[in-house]
């Protein structure tokens, strides 16, 4: 028993040690540098398009790397690709499941994924010969719902689940590489660095990770939300990573500096952030709200810089296009605007 | 805000762990203080045609309030916050089922601690049938049932058919209890319990506040337990409801856990901290420099597609011919430069120009082999050896021997990774050497200065002829690569 004591005592003070080493480099706020930078002008978004179809809660969208084309999945149990700009719908598939929590785009266009309580990633051919769209892979190995999913490639897609762990597969075997096991609470988000060699994770447990996708170690972990972490993403540059909680706040987290640079909350917003995007150059932040509105900060500032209102209930998801031209979101409304 | 607790263990609270619970103290904070009798808002008894209507407030005073004690300059966002905390119940307006705020004389009433969505009610539907049912044995004008109401009840009279003796009987001791009370103290209870059944039961089109995330719901508070009437009455037959059992953490450390714990943090004191300035500089330039391509803050040009349908954006940015805006992006990073297709080529072009474009043709491969099918990962790895690395490769790169080793290594056993070494190897090389150079260049300044430069030969063949023609590059110009490299 005195073992275990002493290595609990061990890990204690390794922690306050890691707590100085971070405070010893705080030589100055974000806050201090920014002063003397004035706050970005009031932003104002107005809605370009309603994408309508879906017939129940849209729980998750994303872009395709074309900006044009986007897939949004909704407990109507469809998943549908649009093409945004025209408003048509370019796919609609049915899916076994209509508990779909998640939905994720192929950077290449060939494919989308999805999943939810089903527990499984299922991933769909876009362009196969004959022209239908049908599941190619069912990628099951998870033992709790499915939160989220990232393609890396048309061949290695990674997922995010409520049983604690995300894993990296092979979608041509349809097996699982890599398990990324450590969080202490189910994982609701993830994020893929721009270089693809890492990614980010959000969970219940309030902390988010960074994860080596190469080797499967966690490189980081970041604290200091009160809530669950349900939206997680990287700064455009990869070198930073925000999160958003069901505290109402979201934190800008440094990964050179192993420490939360910034908090973004106001005494005026009490519910929790449901999903986020950065804009094109990371001077935006774009976040969804249980209180049907998106609020845009100025990331630097840290000020709310505009609002988005239009939903009629929860913004659930949200994603800014790769080439920064738009933004889109998705509600409990069952609409999908695209804002600019 | 300063930093928390960040060590590797989040924290969590197991009896208060509802999602909602934060914003409901939040709330509830703020119906306090307007509840408060000094410094909240006037709440009194108003006389109206034939009878009083005990406690209320207008809605204008409420955002008055609102404005004044929380910071607040617009009325819009009081209304939008005020508006939520009615819908979540916490205060409502007495003459209507739909619970938002107005800025003007509704008259609005605070709800009862007992009925707080802060309790986790989930009243089940023989409550909601109890309610109904006994609201028709009062003959009141106020207590009438609404049309969708009057629709419930019957749905409900069916689906409790046979248990409908039961409910009436609970509805009639109901109204006997309510009966026994003050007058007025009824006037508010009554109203107050159907503000209740207003969040629990929506008016059709009506958002449902109590709908919760599905994620969320198997870790609401005290999900095993029975749950509990509105009214105190407990059913036997109820059946209760399949629960999901979480997956079972093990809470119990094992040495290896903490062994395990030490270790990562041990990673993590040896990890080199950044300044905090030079971090804050790095986030503040990155900003500045891409503020320009940021469409959100800066006006793009040509004019953003979304707004007045002219796609002229997007037609430039397929084509070949790039705009200076996009020449001037290659040269704010290597990673820009290799990003953009055009970039990419235009590099290329540059390296083959100084006889060392087998260093990006080298990433370039690693890069696609990284997207590779597994089963395709091996054999792609052995054609990238021999072609850059083996002895007598046609398309050598440079790499110390550490280097080298290693990958040699990793062959023995390829996967996705094995060039990992290397390919960070030339990339360094790349962009400390060529890419500055290639910036240099007269080819990139005449693209950024919009230059038209007369047709050259070169310039007329396509990356693909160029590709595979320095695939089965001569002997001859390996020698001048070795010259020029040491040069």
Known sequence: MGEMEQLRKEAESLKDDITAARKAVQDLTLQDHVAGTAVVGRVQLKTRKTLRGHLAKI???HWGTDSKLCVSASQDGKLIVWDSYSTNKVHAIPLKSSWVMTCSYAPSGNMVACGGLDNMCSIYNLKAKDGNVKVMRELAAHTGYLSCCRFLSDSEIITSSGD???????????????VFAGHLGDCMSLGVAPDFNTFISGACDFTAKLWDIRDGQCRQTFGGHESDINA????????AVIT???????KLYDLRSDQELITFQDSSIMCGVTSLAPSLSGRLLLAGYDDFNCNIWDTLKAERVGVLSGHDNRVSCIGVTPDGMACCTGSWDSFLKIWN | MASQDQGAVGVADPDDDSPNMIAYRKIEDIITRLQDETEGVPVRTVKSFLSKIPSVVTGSDIIQWMMKNLNMDDPVEAVHIGSLIAAQGYMFPISDHVLTLK???TFYRFQAP???????????NTDYAIYLCKRTMQNKTRLELADYEAENLARLQRAFARKWEFIFMQAEAQVKIDRKKDKTERKILDSQERAFWDVHRPVPGCVNTTEMDIRKCRRLKNPQRVKKSVYGIVDDTQTQSPVHTPSQQSSKDTREDV?????FLNTQLDRHCMKMSKVADTLMSYTEQYLDYDPFVAVPDPSNPWIGDDVTFWELEASKDPTQQRVKKWGFSL???????VGREQFLKFLESEFSSENLLFWLAVQDLKSRPLQEVPARAQEIWQEFLAEGAPNAINLDSHSYERTSQNLKDAGRYSFEDAQDHIYKLMKSDSYPRFLRSNAYQDLLLARKKPETEQGRRTSLEKFTRTVGKSLTSKRLTGLMQSS
């Open chain 2, 259 to 263: 062994e395990k714990e030490i270790l």
């Open chain 2, 335 to 341: 990673d820009e430069a290799l990003k953009d297709p």
């Open chain 1, 59 to 61: 729980y998750a969208m």
């Open chain 1, 244 to 250: 958003g909680s069901d505290d109402a706040s979201c």
């Open chain 1, 232 to 239: 997680i993403g990287f700064f455009p540059n990869g070198n």
């Open chain 2, 103 to 105: 800025d003007d004389g």
């Open chain 2, 114 to 124: 007992y009925f707080w969505p802060s309790n986790c009610w989930e009243p089940e």
């Open chain 1, 164 to 178: 604690c762990t995300c894993l990296l597969w092979d979608i041509e075997t349809g097996t699982e590489k890599t």
